[in-house]
């Protein structure tokens, strides 16, 4: 999709924004799949109403983008533009026992930032890929952490009322993998409230965390971490991995041989490809224990 009336292009300096034409969405997400489109970087965050205003007016249709480590793009030229938030400095603040943390901000540079200053309690979340606010709006979680447990106010462009809105922690609901926030809420910045605890103390669990997170994870591969949610009482990983698809592939999407809910762009997948090994994966579980898995993953479906 490309940005063509001249009045919105010329506007969005102004607004504190950058235009980029033609972006491959392969080389924004961690999967390296996804088609080209015009890209808003967003620096000025006060702006965002009147941009989205302005953007809706005019009839050109957007998507958030985040880290692009949970995200699946369809190929070829999108239907939407994309934004994203820029990433600030500092993009974390410590306040006594609080953490202002900007949306753009590294989820793994959060974590260790906060570490230095004696704050703890996050180091699960220490090998999870993608920016704060995109942990925020699906609550991540590892290793018995979710971030969500943090959150004491979120400030949030609010889709329904067009505004940005400061929410307490209270106001929003964190589920497995899930919250409350609405499709088009943008995540601006979070205030986390952590315990004290000693830096080495938080350094021990970070490198525990870390050496599970290598014993069974492909790190260093092209991956969306895992694919499908777990059902209540079952594990999406072991049920695909007793199937014996680990490693069953279509064309180069592979189910990963080292963890089965872990889906591998091993070179040029296309995002039909990796639907298709979604699929087929899908009804492979449902026809033999009966759980039909809903996927973790955001796809944008064109
Ligand atoms: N298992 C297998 N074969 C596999 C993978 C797993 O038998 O190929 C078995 C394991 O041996 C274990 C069980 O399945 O008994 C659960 O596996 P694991 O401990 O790896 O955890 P998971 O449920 O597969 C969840 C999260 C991960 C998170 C880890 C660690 C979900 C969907 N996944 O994985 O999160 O890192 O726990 O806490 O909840 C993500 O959200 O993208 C993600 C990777």
Redesign the pocket.
Known sequence: MRIEDPQVVSALPDLGAELRRGVALSELTSLAIGGTTDLVRIRERKFLPVLVDMLDATGVPHRLLGGGS?LLVPDGELPWVVLQLAELEPGVRIEGNSAIVDAAADLGRTVTTCARENLGGME?LI??PGSVGGALRMN?????TQIGSFVREVEVYRAESRHIETLRGEEVRFD??HTSFAPGDIMLSVRIELPSKPYEEIRQGIRISNE??RA??PLNQKS???I???PPGA????M???LGL?GHRIEDAMV?D?????FINTGRATCAQMRQLIEYVRERVRNSYGFELEE?VIYWKA
């Open positions: 949970n699960g090998g999870v991540a979680g590892a290793y018995g497995y993998r599970k997170r069974s994870q969306a971490g895992c499908f949610k777990n594990s999406a990983g072991r695909i991995d007793e680990k990963s080292r963890h089965a809910n872990f973790e």
